[in-house]
């Protein structure tokens, strides 16, 4: 068996764009309800909705499915993730209150964070008050999040909350191959159940897996198979280690 040093590096060019996430594409195991509700908000306006879940749940994918089905009826939306933004980027919410829809990923990450609380607070004011709607997701129950401006948690507290279940290892595979299909990848099922049972199960690390065993199979020009699949996470495992 090759050492998994022996893997060739390349560089690979991004030719390829990025899909944008949609409902259609959705894995709902036991979120049928929420998918639904999600899909009608989409498309009307002047509504508040709180959506938890832990991660790897589908959450960042349904705000953005939200926001290009939005987009698809002429309607003006926009996705924000605060937490991967500094601070100081806050204030640029003070220009959304034009928007049909407002899609907030990861709420729960500005919670104690003063500068985005009340543009928080802000942004939902006038959304209302132009008859536009927030969508927000958080990993944590809005009843756990310690905002340290109350009037921000009793708005969000205003609209609809829902909770969406993690899937299990039929809806995970279910994912898998969709993102294989959508990579034009060929994903054996005995590579597709040996990725499942490596490692971390959560989907974020299993579409990142799965990446790194496209880029190996086209820098090395071999095909997907288990022994492949096994380099590449001994690979990443000692990278891990360094």
């Given at each position: 068996m090759p050492d998994a040093k022996q893997i060739p590096k390349q560089i690979l060019l991004p030719l390829e764009a990025r899909r944008p996430d949609r409902f259609e594409d959705f894995v709902t195991g036991e979120n049928a309800a929420v998918l639904d509700t999600m899909q009608k908000l989409a498309s009307s306006g002047g509504h508040c909705l709180f959506l938890s879940g832990p991660a790897g749940s589908g959450k960042t994918h349904l705000l953005n499915a939200a926001c290009n089905r939005a987009s698809q009826q002429d309607r003006q939306a926009f996705y924000i993730a605060p937490g991967r933004l500094p601070e100081q980027a806050a204030a640029g919410l003070a220009d959304l209150?034009?928007?049909?829809?407002?899609?907030?990923?990861?709420?729960?990450?500005?919670?104690?964070?003063?500068?985005?609380?009340?543009?928080?607070?802000?942004?939902?004011?006038?959304?209302?008050?132009?008859?536009?709607?927030?969508?927000?997701?958080?990993?944590?129950?809005?009843?756990?999040l310690n905002f340290s401006l109350p009037d921000l948690a009793s708005r969000l507290a205003w609209g609809l909350r829902l909770q969406l279940h993690p899937l299990d290892d039929?809806?995970?595979?279910?994912?898998?191959?969709?993102?294989?299909?959508?990579?034009?990848?060929?994903?054996?099922?005995?590579?597709?159940?040996?990725?499942?049972?490596?490692?971390?199960?959560?989907?974020?690390?299993?579409?990142?897996?799965?990446e790194a065993l496209r880029q190996a199979a086209l820098s090395a020009k071999r095909k997907i198979t288990v022994p492949l699949a096994r380099e590449v996470l001994q690979s990443a495992s000692a990278e891990d280690r360094l």
């Open positions: 209150d034009h928007m049909d829809l407002v899609c907030v990923d990861d709420i729960d990450l500005c919670a104690g964070q003063r500068s985005w609380e009340e543009a928080l607070f802000h942004c939902f004011n006038h959304l209302r008050e132009q008859g536009g709607s927030l969508l927000a997701s958080s990993s944590t129950p809005l009843s756990a039929q809806g995970k595979a279910e994912v898998m191959q969709r993102w294989a299909t959508a990579h034009d990848m060929q994903l054996p099922e005995d590579v597709q159940n040996y990725l499942l049972n490596r490692g971390s199960r959560n989907l974020p690390a299993l579409l990142k897996r799965l």
